[in-house]
T-cell receptor, first 115, second 113 residues
Framework: ETGVTQTPRHLVMGMTNKKSLKCEQH?????MYWYKQSAKKPLELMFV???????ENNSVPSRFSPECPNSSHLFLHLHTLQPEDSALYLC??????????????FGEGSRLTVL | AQSVSQHNHHVILSEAASLELGCNYS??????LFWYVQYPGQHLQLLLK??????LVKGIKGFEAEFIKSKFSFNLRKPSVQWSDTAEYFC???????????FGTGTKLQVIP
């Protein structure tokens, strides 16, 4: 049990579908992140939220739209994706954005397949 | 911008063999360094971290890492691996005081019984 829960664990969608990934953290953390994990590539930071305000958008295409209604919940809305967007999407949280323990707490990920 | 290099993509060892996984980073200022581990089917979790002080840090499950500032390295070591150490290991770096974490590509370790 990691304290960070992601749903769904697996998602298959067509290029014209609209779907959303959900992340919830039960750790009382203030910062939340979306990462993309693809084979043989470093984890790619996508978005950072601190106290539910977006502080970083790492040049992510607009077909990925994040939403952070509060410090415990983070969504990634998906629309008109491409097959190359197929990957494992990881949500993470940390106590604070700056300083602190530096430890990220990860969810188990949502495996996305775009057909 | 900082970057992290892990030169070994796939390592296969027999049980009881010694392990050393390389990690080099590029960043000129103060850094915080991490090793994360991802066991098959599980989430990424912290193995150990270096912020300051003793450059030899010890983590969970008998792992340790040494920060060598002059070499920009933070190699992970374990004297004797077990089958249960089979996992993917990620080195990560963040500038001191800010948590934009940059990860390496990961090293898959397979331990043969």
């Amino acid at each position: 049990e990691t304290g960070v829960t992601q749903t769904p664990r697996h998602l298959v969608m067509g290029m014209t579908n609209k779907k959303s990934l959900k992340c919830e953290q039960h750790l009382g953390h203030n910062a939340m992140y979306w990462y993309k994990q693809s084979a043989k590539k470093p984890l790619e930071l996508m978005f950072v939220y601190n106290f539910k305000e977006q502080t970083e958008n790492n040049s992510v295409p607009s077909r990925f739209s994040p939403e952070c209604p509060n410090s415990s919940h983070l969504f990634l809305h998906l629309h008109t994706l491409q097959p190359e967007d197929s990957a494992l999407y990881l949500c993470a949280s940390s106590q604070d954005l700056a300083g602190g323990t530096g430890e990220l707490f990860f969810g188990e990920g949502s495996r996305l397949t775009v057909l | 911008a900082q970057s992290v290099s892990q030169h070994n993509h796939h390592v296969i060892l027999s049980e009881a063999a010694s392990l050393e996984l390389g990690c080099n980073y590029s960043y000129g200022g103060t850094v915080n360094l991490f090793w994360y581990v991802q066991y098959p089917g599980q989430h990424l979790q912290l193995l150990l971290k270096y912020f300051s002080g003793d450059p030899l840090v010890k983590g969970i499950k008998g792992f340790e890492a040494e920060f060598i500032k002059s070499k920009f390295s933070f190699n992970l070591r374990k004297p004797s691996v077990q089958w249960s150490d089979t996992a993917e290991y990620f080195c990560a770096v963040t500038p001191g005081g800010y948590q934009k974490v940059t990860f390496g590509t990961g090293t898959k370790l397979q331990v043969i019984p």
